[in-house]
């Protein structure tokens, strides 16, 4: 745990306690802050007074007593209006911050100097935040990986100079952290996304720009137009030759940066020549050509540190993947089974359709705006569609007749009929897809229990066929 002191003998607000809002509430108590926290959900209200948070209804309060409001990042801060706390800490004028923002206040207090990478973007933030945790785990380092992902940021070691934080930020949470100057900046990418909680995408491209803007080293990706203005505007704040601003493209070479050539990650860096930092080819967690962007980002992260080519190289082989994200959970003989139940959406679920061939695809669930019609270009890569949940009627007949598909209904007979007519195929590889493109909420509580059941019955089925072969083996 970090405890906060920044506020050590001060009243603090506190809205919201799902992970990160309850690791807050302690934190700050760990600090010496009084803290009245409150949220709408009575279990989450229960689980802190238990574990002796005072709890007690805001909207009652009298909010003169109090010094901040520490805001959960999913509740709106201004869009489509701000939340019903925000509006009386604005009215009262006191500040409205995140968990970030008191991790930065203790870092700037404590260890000013301490390792903080900190990766934003619409796409791609998981999977290269873990790819550089790994690298410098690998490394030798003292890695605290958290933040968007997994860990709330509150509930890691504290900052030290010997020590890297690692941590995932969303839109959402750099708006609630004024202060946020990471040692490494990076911005992946800038697509249409949360429009409604910021307004509008300029709006959403000026929350991300705040990291890199802050940063003092930047890596910033330049196959969207919005980020390649990000980086403008960040070199024309440096000096012609200022190496603290990296462009990174998975699309283009640069004449000075990091890219991505094939399955090469190349540095232009030192080497107007280009020097090859990696090759991905065969590496089945980062396939595809969006990991591939992940993988150059990770590696120029890596380089702007000082660590070796060699060393990287290393590293990116030995990562083990993300679970939920086009996870290889098992083999039986020429059928590969690959859960990627964390493509909740169509442009999720794309990556995982762009990454394979021969596919017997499992989509389905809690459909989202747009439902799957972008994907029917790339019905060519599916052999046979099974169709879940309450989207199955609807996907069923956007499908049509451009593949076959079978209304399965639930997640187990999906996996045993598109198991069954992956073994008749006669090819070299099958694979059985969960690639949903749809939320869980109709029939698992969340994608991660969605993605635990197919993993759990892909290896039964591969143990039954004697071969339980599963990543990482």
Known sequence: MTPVTSFKGRNVALFGLGG???????ALLAGGASVTAWDDNAMARARAVNAGIDVSDLARADWGNFDCLVLTPGVPLTHPEPHWSAKRALERGIEIIGDIELFCRERAAIAPDAPFVAITGTNGKSTTTSLIAHIFQHAGYDVQLGGNIGTPVLELDLPANERVHVLEVSSYQIDLAPSLSPSVGILINLTSDHIDRHGSMENYAAVKERLIMNAQR???????????AIGERRAAKSSDHDARTVPVSARSRLRQGVFLQGAQVISTLADSAGEMICDLSGIASLRGAHNGQNAAFACACALMWGLPRNEIATAVKTFPGLPHRMEQ???????????????TNADAAEKALLSFRNIYWIAGGQAKEGGIASLMQYMDRVSKAYLIGAAADAFAQMIGDRVPSEISRTLDQAIEAAARDARAANVAEAVVLLSPACASFDQFANYGVRGDAFRDISLKLAALSGNTRSKGD
């Open 20 to 26: 990160s809002g309850f690791a807050t509430a302690r």
């Open 218 to 228: 930047a890596l910033i990706g330049v196959d969207d137009p919005h980020s390649w």
């Open 329 to 343: 959970t098992a083999r039986a003989g020429h059928v590969l089974f690959v859960n990627d139940s964390k493509a």
